[in-house]
T-cell receptor, first 110, second 112 residues
Framework: RKEVEQDPGPFNVPEGATVAFNCTYS??????FFWYRQDCRKEPKLLMS???SGNEDGRFTAQLNRASQYISLLIRDSKLSDSATYLC???????????FGTGTSLTVIP | DVKVTQSSRYLVKRTGEKVFLECVQD?????MFWYRQDPGLGLRLIYF???????EKGDIPEGYSVSREKKERFSLILESASTNQTSMYLC???????????FGDGTRLSIL
């Protein structure tokens, strides 16, 4: 079983739509969680960390559900510039190894 | 801002050559990582290092070695390059037990 699983998509949504991605993780001892954004042929860039109480950054909201072992990312009012691949990342309690999902592809259509 | 610099954006080498990929970070991070990324497979960890001269194998270390002589520099070595090592290579660094990771721009390596 993979450490981190994501729906690969693709998600094709119109501008202005709200879209949500989920990611599940297998190790209940996982301690830190992140969402990264990766543009085509570029490196992953940190979008936001995910905190236990949930957190928001502008149009982006991240949530963590430890009981069900999943994290989510909600994007409101989608922009064309949101088109990218979104990776969820989990840091386990050993503190040194990160586990990546394979990414969810999002295309925002005019 | 954290800056992770990889020595080359694009590199073309021949089968059997010894290839060196260099990575330097400027934030005094203890942890450094080398990944490769291939379509449909996501990021796969090759090696990581949590201190100078320390290294740990990741998921796919075969055919690779690493060197960390200074805290800021982590080198990936392809001992005898093969065509199946054609890939995007990404270096990252982080603080221990905290994250997040910060990535370099990546090196697109082609082995002919």
């Amino acid at each position: 079983r993979k450490e981190v699983e994501q729906d690969p998509g693709p998600f094709n949504v119109p501008e202005g739509a709200t879209v949500a991605f989920n990611c599940t993780y297998s190790n209940s001892a996982s301690q830190s969680f992140f969402w990264y954004r990766q543009d085509c042929r570029k490196e992953p860039k940190l979008l936001m960390s995910v905190y236990s109480s949930g957190n928001e950054d502008g149009r982006f909201t991240a949530q963590l559900n430890r009981a069900s072992q999943y994290i989510s990312l909600l994007i409101r009012d989608s922009k064309l510039s949101d088109s990218a691949t979104y990776l969820c990342v989990v840091l386990q309690n050993t503190g040194n190894q990160f586990y990546f999902g394979t990414g969810t592809s999002l295309t925002v259509i005019p | 801002d954290v800056k992770v610099t990889q020595s080359s954006r694009y590199l073309v080498k021949r089968t059997g050559e010894k290839v060196f990929l260099e990575c330097v970070q400027d934030m005094d991070h203890e942890n450094m990582f080398w990944y490769r990324q291939d379509p449909g497979l996501g990021l796969r960890l090759i090696y990581f290092s949590y201190d100078v001269k320390m290294k740990e194998k990741g998921d796919i270390p075969e055919g690779y070695s690493v060197s960390r002589e200074k805290k800021e520099r982590f080198s990936l070595i392809l001992e005898s390059a093969s065509t199946n090592q054609t890939s995007m290579y990404l270096c990252a660094s982080s603080l221990p037990r905290l994250g997040p990771q910060h990535f370099g721009d990546g090196t697109r390596l082609s082995i002919l």
